[in-house]
């Protein structure tokens, strides 16, 4: 099973920025649909940005549209969450997750949480305003 280590977050103003990294070891993530969620206190953890395996075909929620950007690095066996433009309310802690059956099930990427099944402890990320 991959392993995913999250690192990047942090306390940043709103309006600033921070850049989240994904770093996998233990198998090569080139045929996974990789993903970003977040869970605020007391909420459920919710989708934030998908990539695909296949084509790099990228997937944003609403509330994140314009500002967050996901990329993948498969040299470096790594994905990234590069947040613009952050507001208080994307305060969170934010997991990395992989879709390993991506390829042999034909799915390009998926926005469903039960359909990741490798997932990293989280990085938290507070934004002030």
């Known amino acids: 099973q991959v392993r995913l280590v999250e690192s990047g977050g942090g306390l940043v103003q709103a309006r600033g920025s921070l850049r989240l990294s994904c770093a996998a070891s233990?198998?090569?993530?080139?045929?996974?649909?990789m993903g970003w969620f977040r869970q605020a206190p007391g909420k459920e953890r919710e989708f934030v940005a998908a990539i695909s395996w296949s084509d790099d075909r990228t997937y944003y929620a609403d509330s994140v549209k314009g500002r967050f950007t996901i990329s993948r690095d498969n040299a470096e066996n790594t994905v990234y969450l590069q947040m613009n433009s952050l507001k208080p309310e994307d305060t969170a802690v934010y997991y990395c997750?992989?879709?390993?059956?991506?390829?042999?099930?034909?799915?390009?990427?998926?926005?469903?949480?039960?359909?990741?099944?490798?997932w990293g402890q989280g990085t938290q990320v507070t934004v002030s305003s």
């Open positions: 233990g198998r090569i993530i080139s045929s996974y649909g």
């Open positions: 997750a992989a879709d390993s059956r991506s390829s042999r099930l034909n799915r390009p990427v998926t926005t469903l949480r039960y359909e990741y099944d490798s």
